[in-house]
């Protein structure tokens, strides 16, 4: 009679088989290109844990801000003292400044600085957060942003965050993970936390 110990021994033998062969299957060196959406919280929390893990790393990292900018900002607080670079739309939330020229003008601005990051080869990781924005919103072209993530050094890794991400860069990216909103506490009336949300 098998014991419960060596069934889950015989899970777990499998389990291992199947993870060491596509480990072995995986032979590609390159930087990726990751895109982070959805409605859910956790896109530009899930970006910045990467960049806290390359930084870790003793790998260089840059980061375009094109929503929350005028925010205090925990992440960029720490990271900056660690060498991140930063490049932020110093402005209030499109739906706050209700102006298109001069949103637009802002995104264009942090949009050319983020394109000399992503031409920089001494980069390891660049994160462009909230960047679908202004895409959906025509601030800045599609087709210029998949051209700088294309012509990007070979080794460089790139992280796009926000919703409703193009599907031009869903299909573009080597991995794409959607954050899907269960239940988030600012829908029933809970102020957003200092060092939680921001």
Known sequence: MTSKHDKHQQRQEK???????KVAQATIEKGL??????NGKGKSTSAF??????????QKAAVAQFIKGG?????????????????????????ETQNRDSDTAAAELVWQQAKQAL???ELDLVVLDEITYMINY???ALDDVINAI?????????IVTGRAAHRSLTELADTVSEVRNVKHGF????????????
């Open 15 to 21: 389990i291992k088989q199947q993870v060491d062969e």
């Open 150 to 158: 294309n012509s990007r050094p070979k080794e460089q890794t790139v």
């Open 33 to 38: 290109f990751l895109v982070i959406t959805g």
């Open 119 to 121: 031409r920089n080869d």
């Open 138 to 140: 025509d601030y800045i």
């Open 71 to 95: 925010w205090e900002c925990g992440e960029r607080n720490l990271l900056s003292t660690h060498g991140v670079e930063f490049m932020v739309m110093d402005t209030d939330f499109t739906w």
């Open 49 to 58: 844990g990467t960049v806290a893990r390359a930084v870790g790393h003793g």
């Open 187 to 198: 829908d029933n009336g809970i102020k957003a936390r200092k060092g939680i949300d921001w």
